[in-house]
């Protein structure tokens, strides 16, 4: 039987509706067109997409029939899907009607603001429902050990949305840093344009910062890459500032960079990790500019995600870096919808066939922890991100993880 699947959050990522979406390289979204497309392949069944302000659907149903249903025409999507509040009515907490209208074991997509991840999840979670956060889970190490704590004694999965793990490269790369030893070094760089600043006006620098936003993307493959070998002991945040300030008009950073000391199990070698987020960046030849540099005691490892020998040059869109392993939204011959291998697709597809796997009883839950983004096994990116944020809010003091015991991995507080 399919399963029914709510989204909540209306925004760019799940509908390609947005201040931006004109100027943007996901104009077709990703969560809802993969949702559809997953539909169409039987995996999926019921729609509902919840938001905060009804009097947005009109204008989103218009986007994804334009931007899904017409650049498709041969895929023949089916677009319904149940939208909640009301055509316009406004209600942040619409997203609990629609966890009613569910059935027990259905699965929930989280992609609003930073600071509204825990207490949607929370409610998600005791409602019954399967959940998937993006990126950060949470703001802070408590409320992720709470949801994964809540999840486990329903038996429900609760992970993050961590496409990189399904990146080709990425995923080759992290295979191979894992047969190089221990980690002695890791650099990594990842940016996105100023006009994002005018997306997350509502709250870039008020309720979380691009360290959240950007650095958890690195933060979470360099814990991925050291996996039961290493866990980050302290953290030390700084930060430069000028440009989001004049342009939003409040205290809000530029560029976060976190550096941290890494502890490898069980040799007790130090590594030394630093995680560069901006949101600054001029207009260029691709959306987001993603790299990183890994240092192993036994190798090397260099990736540009944003730049792979892939580009074009257009009259209408002038030169660009394209990205189809993330998503592939250029149409086959037939007009379908032809990008199902894409890193950003596979990450909610597999998400979604470990929900339906459960509910079958096919698995049990703590089996996923070695092919889903856990909650269970992304405590240490949490732990960082918070630790990061503290040092900032401390003008760059160094921040301490906390652990059980010597040779525990899992992080159990910060101070």
Known sequence: ??????????????????????????????????LFDLRKRGLVGDLHLAGVS??????????????????????SFDLSCSTYPADGETDPLAYRTALAALPPASAVLIFTPDDTHFSIALDSLKAGMHVLLTKPLTLTLAEHRELEATGKARGLLVCGEFHKRWDPLYVDARDRLRALGDLSFFTSYMSQPKMQLDT???????????????????????????AGRARPLTVTGVAATGVAEARLGRPCEDTISLTVVWENIPSRSRGVGTYVASWISPPGDCHSQQRFFAMMHGGECTIDQAHRGFSTATDAAGYASPNPLFMKYTPDERGCFAGQLG??????????????????????????????????????????????RRSLDAGGRVVNI?????????PMGIQ
């Not at 009109?58 to 650049?71: D, L, Q, T």
């Not at 906390?402 to 899992?410: A, F, I, K, Q, R």
Request: glycine content about 12%; aromatic content about 10%; overall charge negative.
């Open 54 to 75: 009804g009097g947005k659907f009109p204008a989103i149903r218009a986007h994804m029939a334009a931007k899904i249903g017409s650049a498709y025409p041969g895929s």
């Open 200 to 226: 997350f006006a509502a709250w870039a620098g008020k309720s979380s910062d691009i360290s959240y936003y950007l650095n958890s993307h690195h933060v979470d493959f360099c814990e991925w890459v050291v």
């Open 402 to 410: 906390v652990y059980e015991n010597d040779t525990s991995l899992e």
């Open 343 to 388: 890193y950003g697709y596979r990450s909610v597809e597999d998400f979604l066939r470990g929900a339906l796997d459960l509910r079958a009883g096919g698995s049990k839950r703590d089996e996923w922890d070695s092919r889903l983004a856990t909650a269970a096994k992304t405590l240490q990116g949490s732990a960082i991100l918070e630790a990061g």
């Open 1 to 34: 039987m399919p399963l029914s699947v709510l989204v909540i959050g209306t925004g760019e990522y799940s509908t390609g509706y947005g201040l931006n979406s004109a100027k943007t390289d996901k104009g077709a979204g990703v969560i809802m067109l993969t």
